[in-house]
């Protein structure tokens, strides 16, 4: 594809937090942009968040993943709520990515570079399949690493160490991870180079252990009712979504985004 017809990638903000704008066309020059060298001749490391509508409400606060998000290189909208809203309040419509496929693109432009991953998270057994698939599927995409997630506090500058010295163009995190996120935002320093991504789920769906939700669903945004029945708590969730309705309305009236 012509270059000069690529939709530019563009920085929103969404009830002050940021939001990326990356056409799916555009995907792949943003990443190999984010892992060239800075003007000072260094590749620094980045990390990209996969935004939810909880995500955003709890990056609203003045806490450790606020700033997570606010340093985020890129920050993508995974929930259909988040694509209205921006419409809403700014009049642009972010491209919002299903998670699986969205590493799975992700993967793919990695491989086509003969770049490479390092796996973090899970139980052993998940982490194998995992690894045993994304070889299958990835043959040129380099695993240069993996470790399972509930490592001891002790171990874990071992493990940053490790890491450190893999260099690897994309640090994959999943379940198992104690802080998620935050563990990311810890040890950003440490880490060094390359692209991190938090996933929670990613392990399990690689290794068939769970199920994605379909494609239907997640264009309905309706995906999160098979959460419901694994975890019936979900379903309170419905109260914050009431109240990010009301924070789009105040805005929109006050004028604030």
């Excluded at 919002?96 to 432009?109: E, K, Q």
């Excluded at 506090?153 to 802080?179: C, D, F, M, W």
């Excluded at 068939?208 to 098979?226: I, L, N």
């Amino acid at each position: 594809m012509d270059s000069d017809n690529i939709l530019p990638v563009e920085r929103i903000s969404l009830l002050n937090v940021p939001l990326d704008i990356v056409p799916q066309e555009a995907l792949a020059e943003r990443i190999y942009e984010l892992l060239s060298p800075e003007k000072d001749g260094l590749i620094k490391g980045k990390h990209i968040v996969l935004l939810s509508l909880w995500d955003l409400l709890r990056a609203r606060g003045t806490n450790e993943y606020r700033d997570f998000v606010q340093n985020a290189a890129m920050v993508l909208p995974i929930s259909k709520s988040l694509i209205g809203g921006a419409r809403f309040l700014t009049g642009k419509t972010p491209v919002r990515y299903m998670p699986f496929d969205f590493i799975i693109s992700l993967l793919t432009i990695l491989e086509n570079r003969e770049l490479s991953v390092y796996l973090l998270g899970a139980k052993s057994r998940i982490l194998k399949k995992t690894e045993k698939n994304i070889r299958q599927t990835f043959p040129r995409l380099r695993i240069v690493g993996r470790f399972i997630g509930n490592f001891k506090r002790q171990g874990e500058n071992t493990i940053l160490e490790a890491i450190r010295k893999a260099s690897p163009s994309l640090l994959l995190i999943g379940k198992g991870v104690h802080g998620g996120e935050r563990w990311l935002a810890r040890n950003s320093e440490v880490l060094n180079t390359g692209l991190r991504l938090w996933c929670s789920d990613i392990f399990d769906v690689f290794a068939e252990c769970k199920k994605r939700p379909s494609r239907a669903a997640f264009d309905r945004g309706v995906e999160w009712f098979g959460y419901c029945f694994q975890h019936p708590l979900y379903v309170f969730r419905f109260f914050p979504y009431i109240y990010y309705r009301m924070l789009l309305l105040g805005y929109r009236l006050f004028k604030k985004n």
